[in-house]
């Protein structure tokens, strides 16, 4: 998932809750205590109440508007798009799947519950055969059942790449590894679902039938990119701005960039739905340009939360740390922040010249700059996520990220950068989203410690709400030579594949929505992920991650700044709030409420 999601993408948190523990008591989050309210007499839960569990549960009551702000719109909301975190998070309003994240805080919220089934799959045939049937009662926005129909011909979206492109495609891959089947808009049989690896024998009925196992697969099912889509309704496109609802509210308006606004959908039947309680009858979104205007608003109580969960500016922190803490939790995310070298953009095309950077950077700075230990994270010292079986945390560090260079190696930088054949440094472009101050900084830090090896790099900000089509795109990137590109992944689903996949794979470099940014093409990195798809047993996987995660450090890819950490903020009015695993440590949307809905 990408850095919004996530990717992403169904996340899990980093770290121990004791670790969590320890860090929140040092000295740049003050005291302040779990259970009381910090503090505070602002009627909040106090500091770190909903981090992992649940603040003010039994508050929360029916109706109201609840207000999400937000520094930055989706990527897509189209559900076959849409690859940020915090898009997947908030679909589930409007989108249900056969099988989705539990509405639960912490670990469990990473696991999968029957959301449109009746239960988790059924799987025969050595694991290659996956059957559901759907609940009664389950419908679209206008009465009309969902059918096992609408589900399958939701997913084969995810093939019309040339049109909607973007969003995951694990589906594709599992399904139909020989690329054989063109997507319905090239469909050829009358009913546009000419799809062979997916069998729907009744309405009620759906059957998976994979060319090969994948012990994954049914995550993939959870994923949003799997939510039914109704042929009828299908604008292509054009889908992303009005959605067809299968959930418990349906797009009113979308202003891209400016608003969004959802109702109630009255034939929605909370009996068909075991995971969502539906609280306020509407939900909106303010899209701001502005960051700290962000922060304000929400300080200021206009606003309920940050959609985009991705942590409070630097500015707004601070006020709010010293000011609202009961309004504040301090999670770990699944996430990875890091700069990433496009091998098409000269001379990071040479192995030893991607070293340079990795030596010259100031990792302390780079954590700074992305808010310290407590807001920032710990330094990231390799590129599989502590969350993911197989990693080995701060204790993989091929660099010395965290030891001897996290100040920065000046000379053996500049030894790197003699053996790439420009001892005396070069010239290259970073690029950064416009909307994230937090990144800008790190770009700004990154700069810095550039210079002091005769590195001159530019600072290229875009706009963030064009990720997939500006450093998506390899062509682009190359035409504005885009040597260094600032980002954060999270798990898809808690492992490798879920991880690493759209970002190392050869088969996910794309010309349109790319993700593998480094553009790695290495044999040896797809045949590990050939293997662990066929692996079935945990130890054998853990070990094949390991692998993978040691082949992609070794390339000198990836620059990795911080095993993220965020301050997030809960506004006095919201209710039923938890921090999820699921969603790489956000608070879970599907069942928020309000204390007062009249507010």
Not at 489 to 502: H, I
Request: proline share 5%; hydrophobic share 30%; aromatic share 10%.
């Amino acid at each position: 998932m990408t850095t919004q999601r996530t990717s992403g993408r169904r996340k899990q948190a980093l770290a121990a809750a004791a670790a969590v523990a320890a860090l929140l008591t040092t000295a740049a989050c003050g005291g302040g205590s779990d259970d009381g309210d910090g503090g505070s007499k602002n009627g909040a839960a106090g500091f770190d109440a909903a981090n992992n569990k649940v603040a003010q549960a039994s508050l929360a009551k029916k109706g109201g508007t609840l207000k999400f702000g937000a520094a930055q719109d989706a990527d897509s909301w189209d559900t076959t798009r849409g690859y940020y975190g915090m898009m997947w998070n908030f679909a589930r309003y409007y989108s249900r799947q056969l099988v989705t994240n539990k509405a639960e805080p912490g670990k469990a919220g990473a696991e999968l519950t029957p959301d449109l089934a009746t239960g988790l799959a059924k799987v025969t045939d050595d694991g290659k055969t996956y059957t559901y049937t759907l609940r009664d009662g389950v419908t679209w926005e206008d009465g009309k059942p969902i059918t096992s129909k609408d589900v399958k011909y939701g997913i084969e979206r995810v093939w019309a790449q040339d049109v909607l492109s973007g969003g995951p495609t694990y589906l594709k891959d599992v399904l139909d590894p020989n690329g054989t089947y063109k997507g319905p808009y090239k469909d050829t049989s009358a009913d546009k679902l000419g799809l062979k690896a997916i069998e729907t024998p009744d309405d009620k009925t759906i059957v998976f039938k994979l060319p090969k196992a994948n012990s994954d697969f049914e995550e993939m099912l959870g994923l949003i990119s799997a939510s039914p889509v109704r042929q009828d309704k299908d604008t292509k496109a054009k889908y992303q701005l009005h959605p067809f609802s299968s959930g418990p509210y349906k797009f009113e308006s979308y202003n891209p960039g400016k608003d969004l606004t959802l109702v109630r959908n009255t034939s929605w039947k909370q009996e068909s739905d075991p995971v969502r309680k539906a609280y306020p009858d509407k939900i909106t979104i303010q899209f701001f340009s502005d960051a700290n205007q962000l922060d304000q608003r929400l300080i200021s109580g206009d606003l309920d939360l940050d959609l985009n969960q991705t942590g409070m500016s630097p500015q707004g922190r601070t006020t709010a740390l010293k000011q609202h803490k009961a309004n504040l939790d301090n999670p770990v995310s699944g996430y990875i922040r890091y700069a990433v070298f496009p091998q098409s953009v000269k001379p990071f095309d040479n192995i030893e010249c991607r070293k340079a950077v990795i030596y010259g950077a100031d990792h302390v700075s780079l954590q700074t700059a992305r808010g310290g230990p407590v807001a920032g994270g710990d330094i990231g010292t390799n590129m599989l996520p502590p969350s993911v079986p197989g990693s080995e945390g701060q204790k993989y560090d091929p660099y010395e990220l965290n030891g001897a260079n996290k100040n920065g190696n000046v000379a053996k930088a500049k030894e790197a950068l003699k053996a790439c054949g420009q001892p005396n440094g070069f010239k290259t472009t970073i690029a950064v989203r416009n909307n994230k101050p937090v990144e800008v900084a790190t770009a700004q830090s990154l700069q810095a410690s550039l210079k002091k090896i005769g590195i001159t790099a530019e600072i290229d900000q875009y706009d963030g709400s064009q990720t997939s089509g500006i450093i998506g795109s390899p062509e682009n990137v190359k035409k504005k030579g885009y040597g260094i590109i600032i980002m954060g992944w999270g798990p898809d689903f808690p492992s490798v594949q879920g991880y690493g996949l759209p970002l190392w794979s050869s088969k996910y470099i794309q010309q349109s929505g790319n993700n593998n940014y480094a553009l790695i093409n290495d044999k040896t990195i797809d045949g590990l992920f050939d293997s662990y798809v066929n692996t079935l047993d945990d130890a054998g996987k853990a070990k094949i991650a390991t692998e993978i995660n040691h082949k992609v450090m070794e390339g000198a890819y990836y620059l990795p700044f911080v095993f993220e950490k965020f301050i997030n903020w809960r506004s006095d009015n919201l209710a039923n709030v938890y921090t999820t695993d699921g969603y790489s440590g956000q608070y879970d949307f599907v069942n928020l409420g309000l204390k007062n809905p009249q507010k």
